[in-house]
């Protein structure tokens, strides 16, 4: 096989922003496309001269691909990618690989069966400059044991008129969440790829606090590591100008970057535990130098994840994106919700019975749908 024959499933934004890419990807070979609303369909069938299907099961069966990218709303992914794993599909999913935890298992469990495939997610972020860097400064050990991480990231303002875009956003039953589930499972997946997985979680969401939305548009949240180490995560969709202020502190110095793209890196000559316990100067502080780093402006993006999905199922290149480590970003996001609604504080992994309850009740309680979606 020298090239993959693509299918796409949802024709909507992100849909028809994956096929502007597929010109600019020479191994590829968009061959067909899905979506529920014909209008958009047809419009995708025209455009492309692909072959449609107005349900998504029957362009997995149809034989005219060998990869599928699932860009439907949250609720669908896990069945699509599901379906496709299970008739010898490669499969490149959306974020986030689902709203539930107890779903993204399901998935990767038929990963699991077939080692011979490749199961992605679309965390263009991990391919950025700046995060890669980031994520290298970090695993390189160069900062010590972490101690602390925080993230202000509130650069996702939308407005009013973002919610009601489409129906089935910012509702329990057909986003099944707000920011934590559409916009942030980016930042969380970067979180589990840079500090690892958090053990507990203790989180405040506020409902509807800038939009007239059921689902939630400010959070603010805290992590507690294995090691002890704690973390601060605050997000919202309602502030503008939003910040990206990211800072990790470990044993060794730490690390910051905002909005600039700049990282600024102080590293310490020796452990600053050490420092602290053995120093005899009552106001002394560790030696350490500081400098700028300026990772490469641009690069990154939709492209390069579709670029490495291809050669990883054509070269048997690593994936960058692996669609079975999208379940800790659902995780987390999970213990966000859990812990928000009700006040307590979370360990992870989260039962997820008790998720997936809250959830249908969440739903059955709600002034915008009632009807359980695919997966709960
Ligand atoms: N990675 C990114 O940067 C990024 C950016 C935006 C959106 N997204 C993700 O892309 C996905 C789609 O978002 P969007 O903004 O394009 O939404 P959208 O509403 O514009 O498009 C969704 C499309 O899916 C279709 N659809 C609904 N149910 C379907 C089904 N069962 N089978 C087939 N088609 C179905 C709808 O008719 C619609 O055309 C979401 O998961 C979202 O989180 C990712």
């Known amino acids: 096989m020298n090239e993959v024959r693509v299918g796409v499933i949802g024709c909507g934004g992100m849909g028809q922003s994956h096929m502007g890419i597929f010109k600019d990807l020479p ?4 061959t067909a496309a899905s979506d529920s609303m014909s209008a958009n369909l047809d419009k995708v069938v025209t455009t492309y001269g692909v072959k449609g299907f107005s349900d998504g099961h029957e362009l997995i069966k149809s034989g005219l691909c060998d990869a599928i990218i699932i860009a439907t709303p949250h609720y669908f992914h896990p069945e699509y990618a599901v379906a496709a794993l299970q008739q010898g599909l490669h499969v490149l999913t959306e974020k986030p690989v689902s709203v539930n935890a107890s779903a993204a298992r399901r998935v990767n469990d038929a990963a699991a069966k077939r080692p011979d495939l490749k199961y992605a997610a679309m965390f263009q972020m991990r ?10 400064i970090v695993a390189s050990g160069q900062l010590g044991e972490m101690r602390r991480f925080h993230w202000t990231a509130t650069g996702w303002f939308r407005t009013q008129a973002y919610y009601g875009s489409g129906s089935w ?3 329990w039953a057909g986003e099944g969440g707000g920011i934590l589930a559409n916009q942030c499972p980016h930042n969380l997946d970067l979180v589990y790829w840079i500090t690892g997985m958090p053990k507990r979680i203790h989180a405040h ?7 007239d939305i059921e689902v939630e548009d400010d959070v603010i949240a805290y992590f507690e590591y294995p ?26 110095g730490k690390l910051t970057f905002t909005h600039d793209g700049k990282i600024d890196l102080t590293l310490t000559d020796g452990s600053i535990a050490e ?6 100067g009552a106001w002394s502080s560790p030696t350490s130098s500081r400098m700028t780093i300026e990772p490469p402006a641009g690069g990154g993006g939709h492209k390069d994840v579709w670029l490495n999905f291809i050669a990883a199922i054509l070269d048997g290149t690593p994936l960058v994106t692996p669609g079975v480590e999208g379940l800790h970003s659902v995780e987390i996001s999970n213990a966000m919700i859990l812990s928000g609604l009700t006040g307590k504080t979370v360990d992870l992994p989260t039962n997820h019975a008790e998720f997936d309850d809250l959830l249908r009740g969440l739903i059955r309680k709600s002034k915008k749908s009632t009807t359980l979606p695919p997966g709960l």
Do not use: M
Not at 205 to 210: A, D, N, S, V
Not at 232 to 240: A, H, I, Q
Not at 275 to 280: E, L, R
């Open 205 to 211: 969401l506020k409902l509807g606090r800038y939009h």
């Open 127 to 136: 391919t950025v400059s700046r995060w890669k860097k980031v994520h290298q």
């Open 169 to 171: 956003r910012a509702t």
């Open 227 to 252: 090691n002890g180490a704690t973390g601060l995560f605050v997000t919202s969709t309602g502030e503008f100008p939003g910040s990206d202020y990211f800072e990790i502190a470990g044993d060794r």
């Open 27 to 30: 191994r590829l070979k968009f």
């Open 275 to 280: 420092f602290c316990k053995t120093s005899p």
